[in-house]
């Protein structure tokens, strides 16, 4: 049983600073809340000024596809994510054309376990494949 919010800090240093790319999720939502210094949400194609207190609601889905932006010289910007931490994860990068696959972890800081990272449209596998089974 899972106790508390699943929840970390996190900062984006100096002016133009980011702390991860632009992602989608497809089965975690998550929250942003601003803690301290100013900056933008990258969501979707928008990009929205942020300041201590904002509170920015992020849904699945690849038009939710955000980023944090730091921009000022002065402060990082410092804001606490807040997740739905369901047991597993399909993550969308739409400026790098990546999709990455994760599954829970507690034995990991961020609870968390990137299980793989693929390029978008580079193909499939069939399901058999490498399979010692496969005959």
Request: proline fraction near 8%; charge should be negative; aromatic fraction near 8%.
């Amino acid at each position: 049983m899972r106790h508390g919010i699943p929840a970390h800090s996190d900062a984006a240093s100096g002016a133009g600073g980011i702390s991860f790319p632009r992602h989608a999720h497809y089965v975690n939502e998550e929250a942003i809340y601003v803690l301290s210094g100013s900056g933008e949400a990258r969501i979707g194609d928008a990009r929205v000024p942020v300041r201590p207190g904002d509170w920015i609601a992020l849904p699945t889905g690849p038009e939710h596809a955000h980023q944090m932006v730091n921009v000022s010289t002065a402060e990082p910007l410092v804001y606490l994510c807040i997740s739905t931490m369901r047991g597993a994860e399909i993550v969308e990068y739409p400026d790098s054309g990546k999709v990455g696959a994760g599954v829970a972890d507690p034995t990991s800081p961020v609870g968390f376990r990137r299980i793989g990272m693929f390029r978008a449209g580079s193909g499939t596998l069939d399901y058999w494949e490498s399979e010692p089974e496969a005959g």
